[in-house]
Nanobody, 113 residues
Framework: VQLQASGGGLVQAGGSMRLSCAVSGASLSVPVGWYRQAPGKEREWVARMVGGGTTDYADSVKGRFTISRDIIKRTVYLQMNSLNPEDTAVYYC?????????WGQGTQVTVSS
């Protein structure tokens, strides 16, 4: 199973950005999620979608971020709106497949004030 995240970059506060995560070797009818790690901090969970399509979000991003998936394209997305400097981090996608957690390489998101 391999994951390739993309879509990061620099954005001004209040802006939007969409991250993508292309998955190979596994279908997307499994739990998928996004995490992030800011400098000097531990990796934290951001959003997840379980196999049935139910979503859940960390309180810090609820109402601003949306996780979605395209099962045919085998791609997971994270739409991020109303970004603020506290959202600056490396973002990672993850899938749980056959009992194992697989991770992408991460994509940097920087929000300027």
């Amino acid at each position: 199973v391999q994951l390739q995240a993309s879509g990061g970059g620099l954005v001004q506060a209040g802006g939007s950005m969409r991250l993508s995560c292309a998955v190979s070797g596994a279908s997307l009818s499994v739990p998928v999620g996004w995490y992030r790690q800011a400098p000097g901090k531990e990796r934290e969970w951001v959003a997840r979608m379980v196999g049935g399509g139910t979503t859940d979000y960390a309180d810090s991003v609820k109402g601003r971020f949306t996780i979605s998936r395209d099962i045919i394209k085998r791609t997971v997305y994270l739409q991020m709106n109303s970004l603020n400097p506290e959202d600056t981090a490396v973002y990672y996608c993850s899938v749980r497949y056959r009992g194992y957690d697989y991770w992408g390489q991460g994509t940097q998101v920087t929000v300027s004030s």
